[in-house]
């Protein structure tokens, strides 16, 4: 059973930091992306940044770009998301998802491209 379990989300002032962890276990896979996704009350699910376990590569969205840096331990199979210089306007509850990946392919940036997702964590900014 694949279990995607988040953790180091929490409450911070603005332009502070805060790590998310995404724990992995249960891949029936051995090639794979991992997403971090965000969803603010009221607002859709939103890709933030993505990473391949085979070939590295990454994504991130313009509004983090340059802020969040996502890394990856593939011999634990856990995934951070370093968040730096936070906006209220990241506030969100943040959720990490797995997929198979064809290596080479970079990592899928949609929602609707992971079928295993994580609890979320809870991310506050505060102005």
């Known amino acids: 059973e694949v279990q995607l379990v988040e953790s180091g989300g929490g409450l911070v002032q603005a332009g502070g930091s805060l790590r998310l962890s995404c724990a992995a276990s249960?891949?029936?896979?051995?090639?794979?992306?991992i997403g971090w996704f965000r969803q603010a009350p009221g607002k859709d699910r939103e890709g933030v940044s993505c990473?391949?376990?085979?070939?590295?590569?990454?994504y991130y969205a313009d509004s983090v770009k340059g802020r969040f840096t996502i890394s990856s331990d593939n011999a634990r199979i856990t995934v951070y998301l370093q968040m730096n210089s936070l906006k209220p306007e990241d506030t969100a509850v943040y959720y990490c998802?797995?997929?198979?990946?064809?290596?080479?392919?970079?990592?899928?940036?949609?929602?609707?491209?992971?079928?295993?997702w994580g609890q979320g964590t809870q991310v506050t900014v505060s102005s």
């Open positions: 998802a797995a997929s198979e990946m064809i290596p080479g392919y970079g990592c899928y940036v949609h929602a609707y491209e992971y079928g295993y």
């Open positions: 249960g891949f029936p896979f051995d090639d794979y992306a």
């Open positions: 990473i391949s376990s085979s070939d590295g590569r990454t």
